[in-house]
């Protein structure tokens, strides 16, 4: 089957801005041709004129939790509806083509990534992490999907079941975080050296990512001296983090939505509104507030320092969270270009796929978004999604629905 994408601006491409006035190809699933608008088409092809709406490659949130709404008690079959639904209207309604798994109880995105892999089902792509592996008094207790576990065996055992199951990578917890009770705090550490080190040699062996919950300079530079593939949050770091991390070339992903969306810090009605359903407790909105500046001084100095970074939000649902924590990185100084690169190419390479994913290229598969306005000019255009391409598929086309 041969789709044809004509009159379209490109952004994402080999080289940064916006391609004006291009048609794209896509053959198989993968981008074929990518050639001035307007030529005849090859014969039987499906022919969408964009009318010089902005294509890009779409977008990836690589710091995912399924839940949304929390439901409590609830049982696998209604977390797997439940998870299934959110990832589908990810896809479906704000263009998140790809998502890598921070966090999921009983392997529900290891199910849902085969069912989505094999076609049967409609959802994003998924890079799946299993469950959160913590200590006994660790962070997520209250989530449903932190496994607890102690003493170095302890970590080597779990660590070894989420390889069985079929994991990508181990989400390891390695300090507290905004959301928890009063022994949960972002500057606590959990983990003894033993279990660090056990942790990430089993990694180490078997070959897989280590996904690092770090949230104080101890944590990011224990991770990152182990050899962890992602720093996840950094709220607390020093300059010594960052030349580690620069050193070791490895990825962080800022997670700013955790502390950046209070009511306080609602700056437009999509922030307003999110907060607003997300229920926060007096508490955490401290917590949250109290941790704002210092968490985004060092995004700002971690973007600087050029350290690779990626868009990972940390928020959902999954229809809200990329959305969101693209137009809080802009708000904190990224600019959209640098904004839109986190959320695609180097979210891709971070999962491993810039091969193959993560820009509009010829050769890449087409797992595309077009939207009606130029996001480079404004952050909030993502918003107005017209058309979602996965696998080189149209999966949602809501160009009925807007108005011009
Ligand atoms: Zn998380």
Not at 244 to 263: A, K, S
């Amino acid at each position: 089957m041969t789709l044809v994408l004509d009159h379209a601006n490109v952004i994402g491409g080999a080289s940064p801005g916006v391609v004006a006035g291009f048609a794209v190809t896509i053959e198989d699933g993968r981008i074929a041709a990518i050639e001035p608008a307007g030529r005849p088409a090859p014969a039987g092809a499906e022919v969408i004129d964009l009318g010089g709406a902005y294509l890009l490659p779409g977008l990836w949130d690589v710091h995912v939790h399924l839940e949304w709404p929390r439901i409590a008690a609830a049982n696998v079959a209604e977390l797997t509806v439940q998870y299934a639904a959110n990832a589908a209207q990810g896809l479906l309604e704000a263009g998140v083509t790809s998502i890598r798994t921070a966090g999921t109880p009983h392997f529900i995105d290891v199910a849902l990534k085969r069912a989505y892999a094999s076609g049967r089902l409609l959802g994003p792509r998924i890079f799946a992490g299993g469950w959160f592996l913590t200590t006994t008094a660790g962070h997520a207790l209250g989530t449903g999907f932190a496994k607890t576990c102690d003493g170095p065996m302890g970590f080597v055992r779990a660590i070894r079941e989420q390889l069985e199951a079929g994991v990508d990578h181990v989400k390891l917890n390695l300090s507290g975080g905004i959301f928890g009770p009063s022994w949960d705090r972002h500057w606590h550490s959990f983990l003894l050296t033993e279990e660090l080190e056990a942790a990430f040699a089993i990694c180490r062996q078997r070959g897989y990512p280590v996904m690092a919950h770090a949230t104080n300079p101890g944590a990011v530079k224990a991770a990152v001296r182990l050899g962890a593939h992602s720093v996840e949050h950094g709220y607390i770091m020093d300059d010594e983090c960052l030349a580690l991390l620069r050193e070791r070339d490895t990825w962080y992903v800022p997670t700013l939505g955790i502390t950046h969306l209070t009511p306080a810090q609602s700056a437009t009605e999509w922030e307003s509104c999110w907060v607003d359903q997300r229920g926060l407790t007096p508490d955490i909105i401290k917590r949250a507030e109290d941790a704002a500046p210092e968490h985004r001084g060092w995004f700002q100095k971690a973007l600087r320092s050029g350290l690779k970074m990626a868009l990972g939000s940390d928020l959902r649902p999954l229809r809200d969270s990329a959305l969101l924590e693209m137009e809080l990185w802009v708000k904190d100084g990224a600019s959209p270009q640098q904004t839109i690169d986190a959320a695609t190419r180097q979210a891709a390479d971070l999962c491993g796929v810039g091969a193959d994913l993560g820009t509009v290229e010829i050769g890449k598969i087409a797992d595309l978004i077009v939207v009606r306005d130029n996001p480079l000019d404004d952050i909030h255009h993502l918003r107005a999604l017209q058309l979602v391409v996965k696998d080189g598929r149209v999966v949602a086309d809501h160009r009925s629905k807007r108005r011009a």
